[in-house]
T-cell receptor, first 114, second 113 residues
Framework: KAGVTQTPRYLIKTRGQQVTLSCSPISGHRSVSWYQQTPGQGLQFLFEYFSETQRNKGNFPGRFSGRQFSNSRSEMNVSTLELGDSALYLC?????????????FGAGTRLSVL | GESVGLHLPTLSVQEGDNSIINCAYSNSASDYFIWYKQESGKGPQFIIDIRSNMDKRQGQRVTVLLNKTVKHLSLQIAATQPGDSAVYFCAENTPGNTGKLIFGQGTTLQVKP
């Protein structure tokens, strides 16, 4: 069974641009969560999707948004990029949301904002 | 605010020795904890989990201990191997029907041959 797939793996953008990252969960998994990883802040929760609905959102500005499609694939978008948005963006999937449902992570998308 | 903290940022051990990585959590209502391993250039990889109604859980070469009295979690790796070199994160699943994980800052494990 294929793991969580994130595309692209690397991305370079300039300030003010916007970016869309994609995540394909493990087959059969219906819950997708996104995390931002930086050296200074570690892994921080962005949002969680299940059945095309955002169920939970972390403490990030409105420039960060996401969505989930009927096939459980998810995208996240960052508009008006800032230098501080440079990070590794990780997607994780689980069968359904909630505690005790193991989340499996993809390799991430490395975003560099110049 | 919410936090799951690690005591040591870097742990260096000799190959074959046992490793112990510690973690403190702040939310006494948390009922599920996970350890992840992250190698360079990869996403976090699930190692082992434990529910709050347990004190100990064992896997292959790994053991997780949970002390709810002092809100402390530890990961023990037996006979540490070079392939165990990575950053280890503890994560806390926030109470409720949500998949939101709160991660610690991570501990780098270095295994010397």
């Amino acid at each position: 069974k294929a793991g969580v797939t994130q595309t692209p793996r690397y991305l370079i953008k300039t300030r003010g641009q916007q970016v869309t990252l994609s995540c394909s969960p493990i087959s059969g998994h219906r819950s997708v969560s996104w995390y931002q990883q930086t050296p200074g802040q570690g892994l921080q929760f962005l949002f969680e999707y299940f059945s095309e609905t955002q169920r939970n959102k972390g403490n990030f500005p409105g420039r960060f948004s996401g969505r989930q499609f009927s096939n459980s694939r998810s995208e996240m978008n960052v508009s008006t990029l800032e230098l501080g948005d440079s990070a590794l963006y990780l997607c994780a999937s689980s069968l359904v949301p909630g505690a005790k449902n193991i989340q499996y992570f993809g390799a991430g998308t490395r975003l560099s904002v110049l | 605010g919410e936090s799951v903290g690690l005591h040591l940022p870097t742990l260096s051990v000799q190959e074959g020795d046992n490793s112990i990585i510690n973690c403190a959590y702040s939310n006494s209502a948390s009922d599920y904890f996970i350890w992840y391993k992250q190698e360079s250039g990869k996403g976090p990889q699930f190692i082992i989990d434990i529910r709050s109604n347990m004190d100990k859980r064992q896997g292959q070469r790994v053991t997780v201990l949970l002390n709810k009295t002092v809100k402390h979690l530890s990961l023990q790796i037996a006979a540490t191997q070079p392939g165990d070199s990575a950053v280890y994160f503890c994560a806390e699943n926030t109470p409720g029907n949500t998949g939101k994980l709160i991660f610690g800052q991570g501990t780098t494990l270095q295994v010397k041959p």
